[in-house]
């Protein structure tokens, strides 16, 4: 009777979990999908009137459903490329990227793939931004130039790709400013080295930005710092070339003649602000839905 006694027990527990499992999925009741027989036109106008509605998430969702269930045809191609938008608007950088190369991958001759590219581009140049970037333009020389990179590269792949878009006038104004963007990081990267006494450091980094970003407006700083660096390196043939080409280049330079371009009362703004990122321009404000 004791030997038996330990398999009467587990098959009474067994027992009692069973009843309770059955018990318990008679309290909840069972999840229905409300889109379950919907049809390829209701999901993507329901996924589209809740995206206008500024409800991403579900937009997503549903657009995910309807690119599974009708995976081909036009709705599908819309629901990709409206889906990227969706979780960009909802800060899903990474899913907004996924779905605009998905899109680029399986049509690339649609006359609506440049949007995909452009839409990249978009996601890169204000990803670490978040909410706040659109209420106050940061700076995008603060910024990781791996995202400033990713940015250019769209927009460049763009231009070359669809030199009739749309979409080209207003990529050219944002590689632009990311040009400029990314030489003052080098140059902000310079004047760190050389404020340290690593002046090989910044000689050189001041040299990658005059070399890899041209007639941009960091050039300037960045031919003092390298002047600068070369005086402490004891290079001073280099030193009087470098000063020489920014006499000639910039001969009303602050850098030459000592004035500062910060009013007396903007004391809280630096020297080293006063270079960089200047405007180019407008950007493109066109609803966002008007990609064809």
Known sequence: MQRLFPAVVLRSLGAALLALA???CSLFPEVKDETAG??????????????MQGNYQRATKLFDQLEARY??????QQAILESAFANWRANEQAAAIAAADRFIRTYPNHP????AYYLKGLVHFREDQ???????????????????RSSFAAFKEL???????????????????????????EVKVASYYYKRGAYVAAANRAQGALVNFPQTPANEKALDVLNASYKKLGMTTLAEDTQQILARTYPDSRYLTGASDVRWWQFWRKEEDQFGVQATGSFAERPWWQFW
């Not at 919907?38 to 009137?49: C, F, G, V």
């Open 130 to 148: 978040g909410l706040i970037g659109y209420v106050y333009e940061l700076d995008l020389s603060e910024r990781d130039p791996k995202e400033m």
């Open 38 to 51: 919907w049809s390829a036109d209701r999901l993507y106008q329901t996924a589209h009137e809740a995206m």
């Open 22 to 24: 059955l018990a318990s």
């Open 159 to 185: 231009t070359t790709k669809f030199p009739d878009s749309q979409y080209y006038q207003d990529s050219i104004a944002r590689m632009r400013y990311l040009n400029n963007a990314m030489a003052t990081y």
């Open 71 to 76: 995976p081909y045809g036009r709705y599908a």
């Open 112 to 115: 609506n793939v440049d949007y």
